[in-house]
T-cell receptor
Framework: DGGITQSPKYLFRKEGQNVTLSCEQNLNHDAMYWYRQDPGQGLRLIYYSQIVNDFQKGDIAEGYSVSREKKESFPLTVTSAQKNPTAFYLC??????????????FGAGSRLTVL | AQSVAQPEDQVNVAEGNPLTVKCTYSVSGNPYLFWYVQYPNRGLQFLLKYITGDNLVKGSYGFEAEFNKSQTSFHLKKPSALVSDSALYFCAVRDDRRGRRALTFGSGTRLQVQP
């Protein structure tokens, strides 16, 4: 079955440590996205990538980094510079066409807790 | 900037009664509007979208949404609620700023269906 796999599902981190969240898709989608979800705030865009080897900052990119070396993979690193990293992180992908309304397909999410 | 607002944090409805989850939008140009549902500790699932055409859009699990241009609204509806519909619902609008083709989400509405 095609879909998006995020790992790990739960992650605990000590302050000052970097952590990397994995996102893999087998949908052959060009575009991939990382969102952060906090209670009562909906989803906020961290980074997005419309094509391999290219990515752009979203609305809350500070303290995060990404790479897009392969079409199917878009890992997110939460660095020690992120002041409040405890959140639920969601990866998504879409066809990425410039026309029409592309539906985003989401992974099951990764919950990061900083101890 | 494209944005959506969900004025209700929570909606309570009895099983078998009709339900409405409200969403208003603010966009420049033609709106591409979406509804997603999220179950606890899961990713978002696509319900339906509006691009153009009929103002009443039908989606998954018996949900539908009514696009109203004069009131800038896109309310989600279902004629008869089920207990299993209890979840967090997000309205979203396509955001094309800087070519991102991402979605901007509302803050979410928790739907509670009582038996």
């Amino acid at each position: 079955d095609g879909g998006i796999t995020q790992s790990p599902k739960y992650l605990f981190r000590k302050e000052g440590q970097n952590v990397t969240l994995s996102c893999e898709q087998n949908l052959n989608h060009d575009a991939m996205y990382w969102y952060r979800q906090d209670p009562g705030q909906g989803l906020r865009l961290i980074y997005y990538s419309q094509i391999v080897n290219d990515f752009q900052k979203g609305d809350i990119a500070e303290g995060y980094s990404v790479s897009r070396e392969k079409k199917e993979s878009f890992p997110l690193t939460v660095t020690s510079a992120q002041k409040n990293p405890t959140a639920f992180y969601l990866c998504a992908s879409s066809i990425g066409s410039s026309s029409g309304a592309n539906v985003l397909t989401f992974g099951a999410g990764s919950r990061l807790t900083v101890l | 900037a494209q944005s959506v607002a969900q004025p209700e944090d929570q909606v309570n409805v009895a099983e078998g009664n009709p339900l409405t989850v409200k969403c208003t939008y603010s966009v420049s140009g033609n709106p591409y509007l979406f509804w997603y549902v999220q179950y606890p500790n899961r990713g978002l699932q696509f319900l339906l979208k509006y691009i153009t055409g009929d103002n009443l859009v039908k989606g998954s699990y018996g949900f539908e949404a009514e696009f109203n241009k004069s009131q800038t609204s896109f309310h989600l509806k279902k004629p008869s609620a089920l207990v299993s519909d209890s979840a967090l619902y997000f309205c979203a609008v396509r955001d094309d700023r800087r070519g991102r083709r991402a979605l901007t989400f509302g803050s979410g509405t928790r739907l509670q269906v009582q038996p």
